[in-house]
């Protein structure tokens, strides 16, 4: 019996591998407290990875990704208008999902769910700024130094994805996808006894190439 169900298993599994591009819209939530002047606006940004997908029948698989995914924000001040911040963040991501998929033998949709964990890279600023003692708006270029007490720079999330796929011959196939990251760790530490918690939500946009081993 276990034989034949291994044989069953082993017919219809299928390894495929690929590359992701696409781009991003990063929403960043932070309680701004008394700084009631602060106006934070989600950004766009890129990301890009490879992929890895393991089909245990031609509906169900597991996938991992491994990605560049940047989580951008800006912050403007609505007493100054020229006050400007923009966030870019740059993160690696290891997004781990069950892959499910429906439709024809040409044109399928497919959904998937998981979580993910990554690891946040770095940070830049640029912007306009103003300096009180000159009286004059300075410009604002520069990598933002990560602080130990303050900063969290491990990330981790649930995901979800859909998309269509397209199999153009026996070996290739294409894919658009729109895939949401949850995130649930914040990317700040309480620091000088405030809990001051911040969170990225992650809205991307990509297209995929897949080789088919068959």
């Known amino acids: ?18 590359a992701t591009t696409g781009g991003d819209y990063n929403f960043y939530s932070w309680d701004k407290q ?6 934070i606006q989600g950004s766009t940004g890129f990301t890009a990875g490879a992929s890895g997908q393991y089909n245990f029948k031609d509906w169900i698989g597991v996938r991992v990704d491994l990605n560049f995914t940047q989580k951008n924000y800006q912050i403007h001040r609505a007493m100054l208008d020229k006050w400007e911040y923009c966030y870019r963040n740059d993160y690696v991501q290891l997004p781990v999902m069950a892959a499910f998929s429906f439709g024809g033998n040409r044109l399928r949709g497919f959904c998937n769910l998981g979580f993910y964990t990554g690891i946040w ?7 306009t700024d103003y300096n009180a003692f000159t009286e004059q708006w ?4 520069e990598d ?10 491990w990330d981790a999330g649930l995901l979800a994805a859909y998309g269509l796929e397209y199999l153009m011959g026996k070996h290739w196939a294409i894919q658009l996808e729109a895939r949401y990251y949850h995130g649930l760790t914040s990317a700040t530490r309480p620091y000088m006894r405030v809990k001051d918690y911040r969170y990225n939500s992650t809205l991307a946009f990509q297209a995929g190439v897949y080789y088919l081993f068959k």
């Open 1 to 18: 019996m276990a034989v034949m169900l291994l044989t069953t298993i082993s017919a219809h599994a299928q390894w495929r591998i690929g």
């Open 144 to 153: 933002v130094k990560f602080n130990a007490d303050r900063d969290n720079r």
């Open 34 to 39: 008394y700084m009631s002047d602060f106006e």
């Open 121 to 127: 890279l770095n940070s830049h600023l640029s912007g």
């Open 138 to 141: 300075v410009n604002i270029n």
